[in-house]
């Protein structure tokens, strides 16, 4: 043993071991991810026609038809022919998956969704209201012999290599610590997580060193990302534009990150183009406070509703002089997100450090 492995702890190099018989270093495992993208017999990993079909989405084509950044991760799908899928041992390369939250409305549906794909295994289920309950209770999967766990703490004899959290801003940074600590790649999809936080994952999760990565969208539909795209790409020629997000009653931060992320990239484009921000606001006198929503990056007005009934949902208006356009994305389900979240599961092993959004990973 070198002295580069004392300095590494046990935990954290049993993490790393993981992924290879050694520890290897950035360098090494980038050759080793160009390696993986050169094999002409390699699988591309995808969606599968189960998922596809439980997500009951169309828009899970769209991240089946754009596997490029799926194929560069070290995890790989090599399933053995003649053994249950999803069995411990009884898969070679397949990615050992944990999720936080797995009580929550996404937590089980992300769950379902794992538990039905053969290159992805269920090891770990963490959700402290839940704890003690079996998953078949928690989140309607056949893993009847997995219980949801208390704490964190149950990655590490799950040997966990990606943790996937739908908890709350408050729940999702200390985890994201552990997970940076004990070399656990992380696919966060938890929002309201603000500019330090982000600066913090930066800091966790350096693009160098070896360590695990760590991707974090504010929305996993692939529809709410095109949407955000369109937005981008129409903000230049608008004289104002406004967001509104619809969102269901039990939301507990305002307002969504698909949100302010939408407006932030709206005012970017326009600054790229040599435009200002919008507005001026006319408002003069607001009767009712909040009614003009929430002044957001480039002048952009951001509203949010809370509804019963709804998941998540999306305009973007824009106006100029006679004319106005509307881009518009809905969730219907929370089935919606879950190719993004497996896109981004099989993916995050080869994106080095910190990764904001999953357009990189769509080729967008
Ligand atoms: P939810 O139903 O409240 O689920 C969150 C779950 O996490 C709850 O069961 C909660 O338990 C549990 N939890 C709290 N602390 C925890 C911890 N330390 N470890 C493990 N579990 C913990 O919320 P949701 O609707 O599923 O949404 C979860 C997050 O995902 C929110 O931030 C939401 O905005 C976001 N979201 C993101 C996307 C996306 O595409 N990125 C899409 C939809 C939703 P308690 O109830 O006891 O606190």
């Known amino acids: 043993m070198g002295p580069r492995d004392t300095a590494?702890?046990?935990?954290?190099?049993?993490?790393?071991?993981?992924?290879?018989a050694t520890p290897l270093g950035r360098r090494e495992r980038s050759a080793r991810a160009r390696r993986v993208d050169s094999d002409a017999e390699v699988r591309l990993p995808t969606v599968s026609p189960s998922a596809a079909s439980s997500s009951g989405s169309s828009l899970s084509s769209w991240a089946r038809a754009n596997p490029a950044d799926t194929s560069r991760g070290e995890i790989r799908s090599e399933k053995r022919p003649g053994l249950r899928p999803g069995a411990r041992g009884s898969t070679v390369g397949v990615v050992r998956v944990a999720v936080l939250g797995a009580g929550g409305r996404m937590g089980a549906t992300v769950c379902r969704a794992v538990a039905a794909e053969a290159d992805l295994e269920l090891v770990a289920a963490v959700d402290p209201r839940r704890a003690g309950a079996s998953l078949g209770e928690v989140a309607g999967?056949?893993?009847?012999?997995l219980r949801v766990a208390p704490g964190i703490e149950a990655l590490e004899g799950a040997r966990a290599e990606v943790a996937v959290d739908f908890t709350s801003p408050g729940a999702a940074l200390p985890n994201l610590r552990w997970c940076a600590g004990h070399g656990v790649h992380a696919v966060v999809?938890?929002?309201?997580?603000?500019?330090?936080?982000?600066?913090?994952?930066?800091?966790?999760f350096p693009p160098e060193g070896g360590g695990p990565n760590c991707i974090l969208a504010p929305n996993f539909a692939v529809g709410a990302v095109l949407m955000m795209r369109l937005a981008e790409l129409a903000a230049p020629f608008a004289d104002s534009?406004?967001?509104v997000e619809l969102h269901h009653d039990a939301k507990v931060d305002a307002p969504s990150g698909t949100a302010l992320r939408t407006a932030e990239r709206m005012a970017r484009a326009r600054e790229a183009a040599g435009r200002g921000a919008?507005?001026?606001?006319?408002?003069?006198?607001?009767?009712?406070?909040?009614?003009?929503?929430g002044e957001g990056p480039g002048g952009v007005r951001v509203h949010?509703?809370?509804?019963?009934g709804l998941v998540a949902h999306q305009e973007v208006l824009l106006g100029a002089t006679g004319q106005s356009l509307t881009i518009r994305h809905d969730s219907y389900d929370r089935a919606s997100f879950m190719p993004g979240v497996l896109l981004a599961v099989r993916a995050v092993a080869g994106r080095p450090g910190l990764t904001v959004g999953i357009e990189p990973l769509l080729g967008l």
């Open 8 to 20: 590494v702890s046990p935990t954290r190099r049993t993490q790393r071991n993981r992924h290879s």
């Open 141 to 145: 999967t056949a893993q009847g012999d």
């Open 189 to 204: 999809g938890t929002t309201g997580l603000g500019a330090r936080a982000v600066e913090e994952l930066e800091r966790l």
């Open 241 to 243: 534009a406004e967001v």
């Open 278 to 293: 919008f507005g001026p606001d006319p408002t003069r006198e607001e009767s009712l406070p909040g009614s003009r929503g």
């Open 304 to 308: 949010s509703v809370r509804l019963r």
